[in-house]
């Protein structure tokens, strides 16, 4: 079943101007985590950001949590030609299996 | 190894015939992954491997699929009589014990066409 919901589904920037992806999902979590896939393989990790906390940093990358609205969402500053890929949350509960959404297609034009 | 290897790349089937897909995951890493993504889709939850527990197989979509994990380290993700509809990436994933509090590590997954 599919918990996070990504939005929007596709996004196109301009090199250097930020992205925003939004991430919902329906029930208690232990954490959120971002992940990124090129050309239609391996997922990379990006960030975990865990229920108690409410912010994350990594690099470039922002990450926030909502848990009484059950949301997040991820921001990419200064983005890069690099960055264009697909962007998936994907929520944790309990010890069960990280359930993933449909992901989120970033365009960055040069 | 350094990462979570998988093989083949790619195959092309014939319906009707069997595959099976491996996956090595990264050595230490006691929990093991399998999931699938069809073309333009999420990811699906197939199999869960955790150290010497029984698997969690909830996502297997039919008795055609079966995964096996033998001492704990390379897992086998087997599809008999393969039909068009389970054309996807197959993609393996392992991740550290307390597996909840960390990201999981992934391959490049498996192209599995079947024709």
């Known amino acids: 079943s599919q918990q996070g919901e990504e939005d929007p589904q596709a996004l196109s920037i301009q090199e250097g101007e930020n992205a925003t992806m939004n991430c919902s999902y329906k029930t208690s979590i232990n954490n959120l985590q971002w992940y990124r896939q090129n050309s239609g393989r391996g997922l990379v990790h990006l960030i975990l950001?865990?229920?108690?906390?409410r912010e994350k940093h990594s690099g470039r990358l922002r990450v926030t949590l909502d848990t009484s609205k059950k949301s997040s969402s991820l921001l990419i500053t200064a983005s890069r030609a690099a960055d264009t890929a697909s962007y998936f949350c994907?929520?944790?509960?309990?010890?069960?299996?990280?359930?993933f959404g449909k992901g989120t297609r970033l365009s960055v034009i040069a | 190894g350094a990462g979570v290897s998988q093989s083949p790349s790619n195959k092309v089937t014939e319906k009707g015939k069997d595959v099976e897909l491996r996956c090595d995951p990264i050595?230490?890493?006691?929990?093991l992954y399998w999931y699938r993504q069809s073309l333009g889709q999420g990811l699906e939850f197939l199999i869960y491997?955790?150290?010497?527990?029984?698997?969690?197989k909830s996502g297997l979509p039919s008795d055609r699929f079966s995964a096996e994990r033998t001492g704990g380290s390379v897992s086998t993700l087997t599809i008999q009589r393969t039909q068009q509809e389970d054309s996807a990436v197959y993609l393996c994933a392992s991740s550290r014990p307390g597996a909840t509090n960390y990201g999981y590590t992934f391959g490049s997954g498996t192209r599995l066409t079947v024709v």
């Open positions: 491997f955790q150290g010497n527990s029984a698997p969690d």
């Open positions: 950001i865990r229920s108690n906390e």
């Open positions: 050595s230490g890493h006691t929990a």
């Open positions: 994907a929520t944790s509960s309990g010890n069960t299996p990280l359930v």
